[in-house]
Each structure stands twice: as C-alpha cells, then as structure tokens.
C-alpha cells in the first residue's frame, strides 16, 4: 500500500526536514509513501482537494492561510481525511486551537510530540 501525503509548511528547511523524517518513519514500517511539499496553503489546498491524499501535515502558522483555516476548508470536502498539525510554537499552537476547535472536526489530540 502507498500512502499519499502532503505536507505545508512555508519554513522550507523544517519542510525538507518533515519530509526526510515521515519518509524514513514510513519506511521503517513496511510502507511507501508519496510526500508532495508545500511552503504555501493555498496550493496545498488546491492539491488536496483535487487527488487523494491519506494523510495531511500542516503548519499552523503559515503567511498566506493558517493550517486551522486549510484544514477547516478542506474537511468540508473531504471530512475523514486524517490531519497531523506541526508547528515549532507549542503555546500558539494550543491556544489558537482552543479557540477554533468547535469547527473542526477532531478525533484525537496530542501534545508535547517533538520531531528531533
């Protein structure tokens, strides 16, 4: 099984970084992935939406559109699509997402995972 997976994220060093980690992790566990980078949401949105894609990886702070705002769009054409937020700013990240959670639809929430 190949698993299609987009990730945004406008810090292209992080990007190419995320990249070459969920490859490698991937990998490790028997599977290949297809990884299509992003560093604008916009196009991220317009790619996702039109291909199917199994798992999205976006930054919540991003200049064009923040990851909450791309993946709210986006659930509400593709509303089981599975969603992993980055973002190198722990406190923003939470507190911006208690004030949006109601409008997005959430199944699990981690906190404190690091990428090293």
């Keep these: 099984m190949e698993l299609t997976i987009a990730i945004c994220d406008d810090e292209t060093a992080f990007l190419a ?8 992790i991937i990998s490790e566990y028997g599977y290949e992935c297809n990884i299509i980078g992003f560093d604008s949401s916009n196009e991220f949105i317009e790619y996702c939406k039109k291909y199917d894609v199994d798992i999205i990886m976006a930054d919540i702070d991003i200049p064009d559109k923040d990851g909450f705002t791309a993946v ?14 980055v973002s190198a700013h722990e406190e923003l990240a939470i507190s911006r997402f208690i004030i949006i959670r ?13 990428v090293y």
């Design 102 to 114: 109601s409008s997005l639809s959430v199944r699990r929430i981690w906190t404190g995972w690091r």
């Design 17 to 24: 970084d995320l990249y070459n980690r969920v490859k490698q």
């Design 72 to 85: 709210k769009e986006l659930q509400k054409q593709k509303p089981d699509i599975a969603v992993i937020f």
